[in-house]
């Protein structure tokens, strides 16, 4: 069966830090994936989404970044956080482009 | 553009009492909707999905969900909802791109 990973689980950085935030899928391969970010007011918000490796779509400008170095890994990074980017962070996968599986997510609070 | 709408932000429901969680959808063609529940501080977990055939679809949990053209709803039903069933639900539909796009979320609350 398969499965998403998502690390770390919780993360405070202050402002102006580096940011990287991992997500792996396991027991598919080729699968399309996501990275959402949830603000506290609870709506989902698409910031960027791969159909394969190294092909990346943004979704809304801003400063963050992703990239897909390998076909189950989605990394989102970004150079100097801000305090508008605290949120839940989190990773979905899809086989096909239906239904979306979710990772258990990771919580930034940037100070 | 496809959207949904989830008209509710707080759904409150005895133990026991059937749950009903609405949702209107707005698409060209065909619509392909799902939804999710989420837990606190975990991720979103898949219910159901609707792509063509019975109206009635069935999902995890007891779930089930409605589809209904000439209403464009596809409401989340459970016949006897759970003190567990609290938490946040939302609905789905896939847009033109291939991408989701979700509703707001509605909270719901069982009450024992």
């Known amino acids: 069966s398969q499965t998403i990973h998502q690390w770390p689980a919780t993360l405070v950085q202050p402002v102006g830090s580096p940011l990287s935030l991992e997500c792996t899928v396991e027991g598919t391969s080729n699968p399309n994936l996501y990275w959402y970010r949830q603000a506290a007011g609870r709506g989902l918000q698409l910031l960027f989404y791969s159909v394969g490796i190294g092909q990346i779509s943004s979704e809304v400008p801003q400063n963050l970044s992703a990239s897909r170095p390998q076909d189950r890994q989605f990394i989102l990074s970004s150079k100097k956080l801000l305090l508008s980017d605290s949120g839940f962070y989190l990773c979905a996968w899809s086989p096909n482009y239906y239904e979306q599986y979710f990772g258990p997510g990771t919580r930034l609070t940037v100070t | ?112």
Do not use: M
């Open chain 2, 1 to 112: 553009a496809q959207s949904v709408a989830q008209p509710e932000d707080q759904v409150n429901v005895a133990e026991g009492n059937p749950l009903t969680v609405k949702c209107t959808y707005s698409v060209s063609g065909n619509p392909y909707l799902f939804w999710y529940v989420q837990y606190p501080n975990r991720g979103l977990q898949f219910l159901l999905k609707y792509i063509t055939g019975d109206n009635l679809v069935k999902g995890s949990y007891g779930f089930e969900a409605e589809f209904n053209k000439s209403q464009t709803s596809f409401h989340l039903k459970k016949p006897s909802a759970l003190v567990s069933d609290s938490a946040l639900y939302f609905c789905a539909v896939r847009k033109e791109n291939n991408r989701l796009a979700f509703g707001k979320g509605n909270q719901v609350v069982v009450i024992p």
